[in-house]
């Protein structure tokens, strides 16, 4: 860069006649006026701009690894450029599974009186138990596992199930193998990633490496074929299934409690959407005979109370279940709770106890039954359409499959052609494409609208 300069005095060399000037031959840089004006120097000054400082501290690797963004955070960007480009278009969202509808009145009530109490001398608390409110813990126990001999102190409440997932790696380490259905819930192979727990993504077939993908698919009714699969340390299992909306059966589950038994593996099971099951498929792992020795069950109140933003869920670790060198599991998972976390909110614990009155029972069933027509309006629309539907009756979640096609791309064109927003199958793994998943909380305007669309796109 040059800057123009200014001296009051005259150079020796300088040319005395008006209006022009010379260079001087010792100094090129020098303009020179005249005797009456003032010199001008053109000067080289160093660029402002500065290069970013940098730490000492490398990247963790294993972040490297992951590919992308998350799922949803890039679902929301894509909408958000949609959008931009069509600021009047009403865009609808059947993407992620963020409920929408009010909570019940019976449940923040309850909410609003503990919150109203903290404002009190009586009222008041600070720091609970890092496992959560004994009453609270029993109140789970006695409803979801009343005759499955789960105790309170099996129960670990927390911020929610995803939380307890990210403890639960944490808990496990890096040195254990995994496996997860495929497609799954995007957290189970992304925190495994982050832990060090895969191998490099392979490009070709869309996985990482060390990860045991357990394909599930329509051909074997969305449960794996356990003969083909290896030996692993962990086993994430979901069910009722996100994405596909499938619920397992009693006899699928028995033989899946029997596989991490004879292999010695210890089962993940999320039970965040069992309130949703219809027919007599179990709604928690310990239903079947032994789990409690191979399992342990993640829930959440997310989508049972729209509790997606108060943040309360628990996790179930039985005392049964035991590492290789006889130490308890729930150890573990105990220390992991009270070096990283202090409890969920006191408020959140208390809406908690209201939900699991009885008649916090009986809004939550309501309000899932309001989700589950919204799922019944949209399985009628893409059946109606001669799409292959699956999921959708144990489930907020229709698996809708459009063979030969990329998920994204259908992902794409639903977006462009119709401002409603999906999730593509891809995004839960290599097995999810060519399908793509409708969510059903929405407000019932919108999910009628959306079906409008559809059918107004594929007729």
């Known amino acids: 860069m040059y800057s123009l300069m200014s001296s009051p005095s005259i150079s ?25 004006s003032w010199i001008c120097k053109c000067v080289a000054t160093p660029s402002t701009e500065t290069t970013a400082h940098t730490t000492k501290v490398s990247r963790n690797a294993n972040m490297a690894k992951l590919q992308a963004g998350y799922l949803f955070p890039e679902i929301a960007r894509r ?11 009403q865009v609808i969202s059947l993407g992620i599974g963020d409920t929408t509808e009010p909570i019940p009145e019976v449940i923040t009530s309850g909410m609003a009186k503990k ?17 959560g409110e004994k009453q609270l813990r029993a109140a789970i126990a006695s409803t979801f596992y009343g005759d499955l001999s789960i105790e309170e102190s099996d129960i670990f409440v927390s911020d929610g199930a995803k939380s307890d997932i990210s403890r639960l790696q944490v808990m496990f380490g890096s040195n254990v193998t995994m496996a997860v259905q495929d497609p799954s819930y995007p957290a189970y192979v992304d925190l495994s990633v982050i ?34 699969v290896s030996r692993t340390d962990i086993i994430f299992f979901c069910s009722p299934y996100n994405p596909t909306g499938n619920a397992a059966t009693r006899e699928q589950l028995t033989r899946l409690v029997q596989f991490a038994k004879d292999n010695g593996s210890i089962l993940v099971y999320d039970s965040g959407y069992a309130m949703y099951i219809s027919d007599d498929s179990p709604r928690s792992i310990f239903e079947i005979p032994g789990a409690k020795e191979v399992a342990i069950e993640v829930s959440s109140f997310s989508k049972y109370a729209g509790f997606t933003g108060v943040r309360l869920g628990w996790t179930v670790v039985p005392k049964e279940l035991l590492y290789s060198d006889g130490f308890p599991v729930a150890k573990d998972f105990n220390r992991i709770e009270c070096t ?11 809406s908690g106890l209201a939900c699991l009155s009885p008649e916090g029972l009986e809004a939550m069933h309501k309000l899932v039954g309001f989700y589950k027509e919204n799922t019944n309006i949209i399985m009628e629309t893409f059946t109606s359409l001669g799409f292959s539907v699956y999921g959708g009756k144990n489930a907020p979640y229709v698996w809708v499959h459009f063979p030969g096609q990329s998920s994204w791309d259908v992902f794409s064109e639903i977006l462009e052609k119709t401002h409603v927003v999906t999730t593509p199958g891809s995004g839960f793994g290599p097995a999810g494409d060519g399908f793509i998943r409708v969510c059903a909380f929405s407000h019932r305007g919108n999910v009628l609208e959306a079906c409008k669309r559809f059918k107004r796109l594929y007729k």
């Open 12 to 36: 020796s060399s300088s040319s005395s006649f008006l209006g022009q000037t010379h260079f001087d031959s010792r100094n090129p840089n020098a303009c020179l006026p005249t005797k009456d």
């Open 79 to 89: 909408r958000s450029a949609h959008m931009l480009k069509y600021p009047d278009a």
């Open 115 to 131: 919150a109203h109490a903290l404002s009190t001398l009586e009222g008041y608390s600070g720091y609970g138990a890092e496992q």
């Open 195 to 228: 832990l060090g727990q895969t191998g490099q993504f392979q490009k070709d077939v869309e996985k990482y490496g060390n990860i045991e993908y357990m394909k599930c698919n329509p051909e074997n009714g969305f449960f794996p074929d356990l003969s083909t």
């Open 340 to 350: 990283t976390f202090n409890a969920a909110s006191n408020i959140s614990q208390a």
